[in-house]
């Protein structure tokens, strides 16, 4: 977003480990005699040489200082180097002593080589009796290495054949657990069976006809009931037809050439194939899902819950398939309508927030064009308009960056800005109701409670959070963090809780009654957190400038599931929540939306070229910058920065 970097966010920095004293060339155990250094070089003296005033330096110490002062650097007499000479006496002690102490610290094996060097005569026999005893030696020490890898590989084993028994114990429990959901699975379309069966009946006996077709129908029914065939008969006889079918369809698609021509087929066996093709796509995520609830519910039945509901099914079972359900209903995101927010020759179009109203029959967009526009969702979507006019528009003496309505009080909007203001506005009127101005920088992100009505919340780049009342002019209660605010929103199902994104690369989670310090830290991105929303009470996401959407449940302070699959990297792309489904915005001028249990994207869409002018070449610099979700349905309004807006809905 143009202008929408976190500049001034205070990134944690590692402070560098303080130098320890002491040097490589220092680990003797024993410093030097200071007699025998350099008092320039503070090395031991090499090369000694003696001064007329009586001081010895090396050689090459002395001949420097000399070169730059004429004097002594011991008791600065006049010194020059005519005046210098070489202390034979000084280096043949250093020498003897040098060689006594490596011989003291030196190896057997580095004495015997200097032995040998300096020509120290030994006969054959000393010889071979050396040699025999490094070839003991080395004999014992391979052994010795063959005996510490054998161990090694030993204990790698047992740590593997350990970890393989646990995976086998996982993998036999995952066997169990899908036994019985097969058989429960079985047991229930036995059922269905079953009562299709008995309704079939009854139809044909209620179904109206002369009297032979109706005399013909009840001996029909009477052999029915005198000999039913087997639910498992008409199973497999089911199964049959529905093999064929999918055979049909498949040969079909391939006549088709490609999967857009699947538009061709509309039988809801061609439907059914879909649905089966997204699960295959998908069907490792799909079975690290299915596994985690089975998994979990497993837990609670050891601790003695109650886990089983009326039908028979284990509800980790029945909640895996809700979320196979939803899944796979939806592929792809169709364009129902299309409109501009700002002026077609004007570059400041950023659509920085947009949001629907209480009821959802009205939207509102902001963005950088420093004016807020209210559109009438029925008429944007069923008038066939080239560019819809909104049916009220409010200019803002600054860049716009979030809105909020209010969820009591229809016509009331929040708006946050760049100059830090947060305001509360009538859109009947036109008119401000409330101004709050205590921010100190510009102000990213504003929220209105639930709960209570007149509360809302604002952060700002000044480190601040805070919360308002519309009933008073100054601030409720104020939070000072360490880090640029990005985000705020409060709990849905309560006036007290909030959840703050911040550029530090955390969510804090606070309970407005303490704010001395954070509820929960969630810890997991790794850039600054570009928004939070809550999916319901327990459950929140956040979107962060490293390209991921996370999941936490904010009551068991537990990450839930991280998504990727879009870029984003420095913009504020948006993000959105209804019930499942997250969208969010890609810097690749896509729109993604997942599944809150599944990490991939399950369907994607692109503002491809013709949203754009004509003789604009520059497509790749364009991002999606806010969407909102039309609650508990699959429309999805996005917005770019040019300032293209799309009315998306979710399709099969």
């Given at each position: ?7 001034g966010a ?5 402070k560098?480990c303080?130098?320890?004293p002491?040097?490589a060339?220092e680990t003797a155990?024993e410093e030097p005699?200071?007699?025998i ?10 090369d000694?040489f003696?001064?007329?005033c009586?001081?010895s330096?090396?050689?090459?110490c002395i001949?420097?200082?000399l070169?730059?002062?004429s004097d ?10 005519d005046?210098i000479f070489?202390?034979?006496l000084?280096d043949?002690?250093l020498?003897n002593?040098?060689?006594s ?10 004495q015997l080589?200097?032995?040998?060097h ?6 054959i ?7 025999s005893?490094?070839?003991e030696?080395?004999?014992k020490m391979e052994q010795?290495?063959s005996?510490?890898s054998?161990?090694i590989?030993?204990?790698f084993l047992?740590?593997?054949?350990k970890?393989?028994?646990?995976e086998?114990s996982?993998i ?6 899908i036994?019985?959901d097969i ?6 379309r036995?059922?269905?069976?079953s009562w299709e069966q008995?309704s079939s009946?009854k139809l044909?006996m ?5 009297q032979?077709?109706?005399s013909?129908?009840i001996?029909?029914s009477t ?11 008409l199973l497999?006889k089911?199964s ?8 049909k ?7 088709c050439?490609?999967?857009s021509?699947?538009q ?7 439907a059914?194939?879909?649905r089966k093709?997204?699960v295959h796509s998908q069907?490792n ?7 985690q609830k089975?998994r ?11 886990t089983?509901?009326?039908e028979?099914y284990n509800?980790?079972l ?5 979320v ?7 592929s ?9 927010h700002g002026d077609?020759f004007?570059s ?6 947009i ?5 959802d029959e ?9 004016c807020i526009?209210?559109?009438e969702?029925?008429s944007v ?9 909104p049916m009220?528009?409010?200019?803002t003496?600054?860049?716009l ?5 209010n969820?009591?009080t ?7 800005d760049y100059e830090?203001i ?8 036109r008119q401000?109701?409330m101004?709050y ?9 504003v929220d ?10 604002s952060g ?8 308002w009342?519309?009933k008073q002019?100054e601030s ?5 963090m360490k880090a640029n ?10 006036s ?12 804090h989670?606070y309970?407005?009654?303490n704010i001395s310090q954070?509820?929960?830290?969630f ?10 929303k809550f999916l319901?009470?327990?459950?929140l996401?956040?979107?962060s400038?490293d390209?991921t ?5 904010v009551?068991?302070?537990l990450p ?6 879009h870029?984003?990297e420095k913009?504020?792309?948006?993000l959105a929540?209804?019930?499942?489904y997250?969208a969010c915005?890609?810097?690749?001028n ?10 991939k994207?399950?369907a994607w ?6 949203d ?5 070449d520059?497509?790749g610099?364009?991002f999606?910058s806010?969407?909102c ?5 699959p429309?999805?309004l ?5 300032g293209?807006?799309?009315v998306l809905?979710?399709a099969?």
């Open positions: 977003m143009e202008d929408s970097s976190m500049g205070l990134v944690p920095t590692v560098a303080e130098h320890l002491g040097s060339t155990s005699d200071k007699d250094m350099c008092p320039i070089c503070m090395q031991i003296i090499k000694a003696l001064t007329a009586g001081h330096f090396c050689y090459i001949l420097t200082h070169r730059i002062k002594c650097p011991c008791c600065a007499h006049s010194l020059t180097t005046l070489p202390n034979f000084l043949k002690l020498k002593a040098l060689a102490q490596m011989a003291k610290t030196a190896s057997p094996f580095e080589r200097r032995g040998l300096q020509g120290c005569e030994m006969s026999k000393e010889l071979d009796g050396l040699l005893l490094l070839e030696k080395k004999r010795q290495e005996e510490t054998m161990e590989m030993l204990g047992h740590c593997l054949k970890q393989k028994f646990q086998l996982e036999e429990a995952d066997l169990q657990y036994k019985e058989t429960a699975v079985e047991r229930r036995l059922e269905l069976c008995e009946i044909k209620l179904a109206p006809g002369d032979q077709q109706h013909n129908g001996v029909c052999q029915h009931v005198q000999a039913p065939m087997s639910c498992n008969d497999n089911r049959d037809v529905k093999a064929q079918a999918i055979f369809a498949l040969q079909l698609n391939n006549d050439g490609s999967s021509d699947m061709c087929m509309t039988t809801p066996g061609v059914s194939l879909a093709r997204r069907f995520h799909l079975q690290e899902c299915y596994l089975r979990n519910w497993y837990r609670q039945e050891e601790r003695g819950a109650n089983m509901n009326i028979g509800p980790g029945e909640d895996f398939q809700s196979l359900t939803s899944f796979t209903q939806y792809r995101m169709r364009v129902i309508a299309e409109l501009r077609l004007h400041a179009n950023v659509v920085s927030s949001e629907f109203d209480r009821d009205l939207f509102a967009t902001a963005g950088v064009s420093r526009k209210v559109f969702f029925s979507v069923n008038e066939p308009a080239d560019i819809h006019c009220v528009e409010i200019s003496r600054s860049k960056s979030c809105l909020s309505w969820k009591y229809k016509t009331h909007i929040a708006s946050s830090g947060v305001t509360v506005w009538d859109v009947t009127t401000s109701v101004e101005e205590e921010h100190e920088k510009r102000a990213w992100s209105f409670s639930s709960i209570d009505p007149s509360m809302l919340v700002s780049d000044d480190c601040k959070v805070k919360i009342c519309s002019e409720v209660l104020n939070i000072d605010i990005c985000s705020v929103k409060y709990n849905p199902g309560s007290f809780f909030v959840a703050v994104g911040s550029a530090d690369h955390h969510i989670y309970d407005l009654r954070p509820l929960h830290v810890s997991g991105h790794r850039k600054a957190v570009s928004y939070v319901s009470n327990n459950e996401a956040s979107a400038t390209s959407l996370r999941l936490w449940d009551k068991e302070n839930l599931c991280t998504y990727r699959g870029m984003n913009n504020f792309v948006g929540v209804n019930n499942e997250i915005g890609s810097e690749t896509e729109v993604f939306v997942y599944h809150k249990a599944i990490s994207p399950m869409h692109r503002f491809g070229s013709s754009l002018g004509e003789n604009d520059n497509t610099s364009y999606i806010a969407v979700w039309k609650r508990d349905s429309v999805l996005t917005a770019n920065s040019q293209t807006i799309k809905l979710l099969a």
